[in-house]
C-alpha cells in the first residue's frame, strides 16, 4: 500500500516551453502533497506544500509564478514548469503525507527535468 | 533555521561489513527522526524512525538512536548485504511537519 507515481519519469524540453509533471496517490487519498527539488549529489529541498482545494504554500526564494502548482483532487497534484530555462533542469519529487501518520510521507520515484 | 548534516559519501564497503552513517542536526524545538533510503529507479522509502529522545528506531537490520544530548541520529548496522548498496537520507520532521533532509549518502557494498 501506499504507492506514490509521478509522471513523466523523464522529460526533455525546449527553452521557454511549459511542462508539466503529475503526482498521484494510487491507493489512499492525500490532502497534502509536498513537492521537493533534487540537484546532483544534493539534497533535497522542499518546494511547496500542496493541499488539496487551496492555494500551495510556496518555500522562501521559490517563485509561485514559475512553478505552479495545482493540488484539484485528493490523489492528484500537478506541478508545471513555466518558461522553462536550463537552469530548472533538475530532479522533481513529489510526496503524499500519510493519512493516518501525519509526520510521515510517501514519495514518488522522481521526474527528472531537461531544459535545452 | 532547522538543518541536517550526514557523512558525505560515497561510502563502498564489503559484504557482513560493520555499517556507520553520521547525522547530526540543529532544530529548534524537538523534532521527529527519519532515515529513507532510495534505491536505484525507485522512490524514497522511510527505512526508521524515532520521534523523541533515547527512542531506537531499527528496521531490516539497521538501528539509530535519538541522542538529543549530542542531536545525533547515527545509523547503523552489523552486517550489510549487497542488496543494502542506495541511497540513505537522514531527515526530521519540524513543527509544521515538513521534512528537512540531510545531503544523502551513497553506500556500494561489494560482495
Known amino acids: 500500500g501506499a504507492v506514490v507515481s509521478q509522471h513523466p519519469s523523464w522529460v526533455i524540453c525546449k527553452s521557454g516551453t511549459s511542462v508539466k509533471i503529475e503526482c498521484r496517490s494510487l491507493d489512499f487519498q492525500a490532502t497534502t502533497m509536498f513537492w521537493y527539488r533534487q540537484f546532483p549529489k544534493q539534497s533535497l529541498m522542499l518546494m511547496a506544500t500542496s493541499n488539496e482545494g487551496s492555494k500551495a504554500t510556496y518555500e522562501q526564494g521559490v517563485e509561485k509564478d514559475k512553478f505552479l502548482i495545482n493540488h484539484a483532487s485528493l490523489t492528484l497534484s500537478t506541478l508545471t514548469v513555466t518558461s522553462a530555462h536550463p537552469e530548472d533542469s533538475s530532479f522533481y519529487i513529489c510526496?503524499?503525507?500519510?493519512?493516518?501518520?501525519?509526520?510521515?510521507?510517501?514519495f514518488g520515484p522522481g521526474t527528472r527535468l531537461t531544459v535545452t | 533555521g532547522d538543518s541536517v548534516t550526514q557523512m558525505e559519501g560515497p561510502v563502498t564497503l564489503s559484504e557482513e561489513a560493520f555499517l556507520t552513517i553520521n547525522c547530526t542536526y540543529t532544530a529548534t524545538g524537538y523534532p521527529s527522526l527519519f532515515w529513507y533510503v532510495q534505491y536505484p529507479g525507485e522512490g524514497l522509502q522511510l527505512l526508521l524512525k524515532?520521534?523523541?529522545?533515547?527512542d531506537k528506531g531499527s528496521n531490516k537490520g539497521f538501528e539509530a538512536t535519538y541522542r538529543k544530548e549530542t542531536t545525533s541520529f547515527h545509523l547503523e548496522k552489523g552486517s550489510v548485504q549487497v542488496s543494502d548498496s542506495a541511497v540513505y537520507f537522514c531527515a526530521l520532521s519540524d513543527g509544521a511537519q515538513k521534512l528537512v533532509f540531510g545531503q544523502g549518502t551513497r553506500l556500494t557494498i561489494n560482495p
Open positions: 510526496s503524499a503525507r500519510s493519512p493516518t501518520v501525519s509526520y510521515e510521507q510517501y
Open positions: 524515532a520521534t523523541k529522545a533515547d
